[in-house]
């Protein structure tokens, strides 16, 4: 990496830097692109990067801070530390419309923060917390839509206990372990999902599509709601056994 800081500004093209000794709180970084840079135990707080981009870059043991990340675009980036086990910390921030593609995010902590639209595709977020996290925006005094996409992603051990995650997409994820505890899934799409062993008690499935998904030991008795769950004919006998029922063939 280069030895030199650049200035950073709105819209800075930087490659190859270490930006771990620079000062970003409450910057106006609209559309930064950055590639191949490092930041290393960097407070981002109320810093604006609406519209960034950033491929390559590893933020190691990291916090953003009512910061804009509104529509920011995160490439192969590395968010997680390995040697603490820790994650980056996301708190009071916005991340509507953001995009995270083949990223690590392990262990990461996303706080009472905005993600409506967010889109996180062939992500790692092993053992991540969404706490008080909003997948959804208001489009009037009584239309609340739901938006959000974990598409092949590694939910296992995530927390998703109270999330709101109506007709989101989480198709081919796993979510082995995770804790979907009073999660609002209804609508949603979990087709070809792993959720084996996850904590499902007063989920709500209601017109979920679990076609194709790993559901041994999910039971429905324990679920908030499931009129309308679509499942394949092989994933009959795995939720009815999980009822206590003893399944003959014929």
């Known amino acids: 990496m280069a030895d030199d800081v650049p200035d ?3 819209g800075a093209v930087i490659s190859g830097a270490d930006l771990s000794g620079v000062d970003f709180a409450e910057r106006d970084l609209t559309d930064l ?9 960097v407070q981002l707080s109320a810093v604006i990067l609406q519209g960034a981009r950033f491929t390559d870059c590893r933020f190691t043991r990291c916090r953003f801070a009512h910061a ?11 968010l997680a530390d390995p040697d603490s086990h ?6 009071f921030s916005q991340l509507d419309q953001a995009r995270f593609e083949a ?5 990461a902590g996303i706080d009472r923060t905005s993600l409506w639209a967010v889109v996180f595709a062939s992500t790692n977020l092993r053992g991540a917390r969404f706490h008080r996290a909003d997948f959804s925006r208001s489009f009037g005094p009584k239309v609340v839509r739901t938006s959000a996409a974990f598409t092949a992603c590694n939910l296992e051990l995530a927390d998703l206990s109270d999330a709101r995650l109506a007709t989101c997409d989480l198709t081919g994820s796993s979510l082995r372990e995770a804790d979907l505890t009073e999660a609002d899934l209804e609508g949603a799409n979990l ?3 792993d959720l084996f062993q996850a904590l499902t008690a007063g989920a709500k499935l209601a017109d979920a599509d679990l076609r ?3 559901v041994s030991g999910l039971s429905l008795a324990a679920l908030g709601s499931y009129a309308g769950l679509k499942i394949g004919l092989s ?10 029922l003893d399944v003959y063939a014929d």
């Open 103 to 107: 990223c690590d995010l392990s262990f």
């Open 235 to 244: 994933q009959q006998q795995a939720l009815l056994t999980a009822m206590g």
């Open 33 to 41: 692109v950055l590639t191949d840079c490092a930041l290393v135990d």
């Open 212 to 214: 194709g998904a790993e």
């Open 86 to 91: 820790s994650g980056v910390q996301i708190a």
């Open 68 to 78: 804009d990340l509104r529509e920011a675009t995160f490439t192969r980036c590395n």
């Open 191 to 193: 087709s070809n999902c």
């Open 8 to 10: 950073l500004s709105p």
